[in-house]
């Protein structure tokens, strides 16, 4: 137990450390341990604003969960940069409600940034239980479509990285 | 080789950015214009990232990985930003073109 109480969050401890390292773009000795100082002292200062744990079931998937965002980024691009360019009054911008499944905070917040980074739609706003994202679409063709394509290529492989707290 | 690889990936930032700006001078309400820059600036920034790492690992000693930071950071801030504009864009109800399709009831 008092190694919990030492490393309350292990996974920011190592992200501290790694930031730490790129920020000044070494791997001297001195830097190491700096770095190592900062990343155990930094969590457990700010470990009361971080109430529950963030458990992250496959790692190795979340790499995989960025390489996909990044290849879904690169298509987007395209597909709204012809929207940009093409005549305005074919567009047809619109809201549309979608019901998450996740119930992770973080898994949510990551899956918000997610449809925001992807071209074409913007994550507006989360309901108060949490049940419901809102979201502006740059162009609405069919509404199901939507929905069922960021369920099927971001919420999915998100709701089995994130367990369920 | 390396040149070309570089001037491509610069010119394809570039003209991402590029059609970033022209949405947001083209597209005609607050909500479409919040798509230009956020979209297109993460391909158009990030490919001349891409381009700075590759330069600068090839061109001086050691490798330089700055910019996978200034990408995180980008990735981070940028859809939070866009996210709080838009929240406070709807409770103050800011104009929206006519066709916007709105939510069913």
Redesign the interface.
């Known amino acids: 137990m008092i190694l919990q109480r030492l490393f309350p969050h292990p996974l920011l401890t190592m992200i501290l450390w790694g930031?730490w390292l790129?920020?000044n773009?070494t791997i001297s000795p001195g830097h190491i341990v700096l770095g190592a100082v900062l990343a155990i002292f930094i969590p457990w200062l700010t470990s009361s604003y971080w109430p529950e744990k963030i458990t992250i079931r496959h790692p190795w998937m979340l790499v995989l969960y960025v390489l996909r965002v990044l290849f879904e980024?690169?298509v987007?691009?395209a597909v709204?940069?012809k929207l940009?360019?093409g005549p305005?009054k074919n567009?047809?911008?619109?809201?549309?409600?979608y019901e998450l499944k996740l119930t992770s905070p973080v898994g949510i917040g990551l899956l918000?940034?997610?449809?925001?980074?992807t071209?074409?739609t913007?994550?507006?706003?989360l309901s108060k239980d949490r049940r419901f994202l809102?979201i502006?679409a740059?162009h609405?063709d069919d509404?199901e479509a939507i929905k069922a394509e960021i369920h099927r290529k971001f919420e999915k492989p998100l709701l089995e990285i994130f367990v369920t707290c | 080789m390396l040149e070309w690889i570089l001037a491509i990936l610069i010119l394809i930032g570039a003209f991402f950015t590029l059609v970033g700006s022209i949405g947001l001078y083209k597209l005609s309400d607050f909500y479409m214009r919040l798509h230009g820059p956020t979209k297109a600036s993460t391909l158009g920034v990030g490919a001349i990232l891409i381009a700075s790492a590759i330069h600068f690992s090839f061109k001086t000693e050691g490798v330089s990985l700055h910019e996978i930071l200034v990408t995180l950071f980008l990735f981070i801030t940028a859809p939070v930003s866009a996210h709080l504009m838009a929240k406070a864009a709807i409770h103050i109800k800011v104009k929206q073109v006519e066709r916007t399709r709105q939510l069913e009831k």
């Open positions: 930031i790129l920020l773009n980024i690169l987007a691009n709204v940069a940009i360019l305005q567009l047809k911008p619109g809201f549309l409600n918000a940034n997610t449809i925001s980074l071209p074409g913007v994550s507006c706003d809102l502006h740059l609405i509404v």
